[in-house]
């Protein structure tokens, strides 16, 4: 067993992934299967919105008309829609998640 919040450092000696906040458990999972999970997709926002609005938004951040996403469960396609995909490492993926349920707090509020 293994805790650390340098995830990038030890992300190859990982085999499995367990993500608790505050009790919760958020994820507990293989880490190959983590691996793959989610993209980041960045292009015009009219496009992104398009793909995004199919999948688990997990972050966004927009600059003038270009939107970039974290998707979860989403698979790079190939379109002529100016689309870029990039895979999300596992630090990536537990800020995400973390900060999605943040968000999530936050409304419930």
């Known amino acids: 067993m293994l805790s650390t919040h340098l995830i990038d450092e030890v992300s190859e000696l ?10 919760r458990i958020l994820i507990d999972e293989n880490a190959k299967t983590l691996r793959g999970r989610a993209v980041t997709v960045t292009g015009p926002a009219s496009a992104v919105e398009a793909f995004a609005g199919r999948h688990t ?5 927009r600059l003038g008309g270009f939107l970039r996403v974290t998707l979860q469960d989403a698979r790079p396609t190939m379109n002529g829609d100016g689309l870029e995909f990039e895979p999300v490492s596992l630090q990536q993926l537990v800020v995400r998640t973390t900060q ?10």
């Open 14 to 23: 990982i085999e499995h992934v367990i993500l608790i906040d505050r009790g």
């Open 57 to 61: 938004e997990l972050h966004r951040e």
């Open 100 to 109: 999605q349920f943040a968000s999530d707090r936050t409304e419930d509020l």
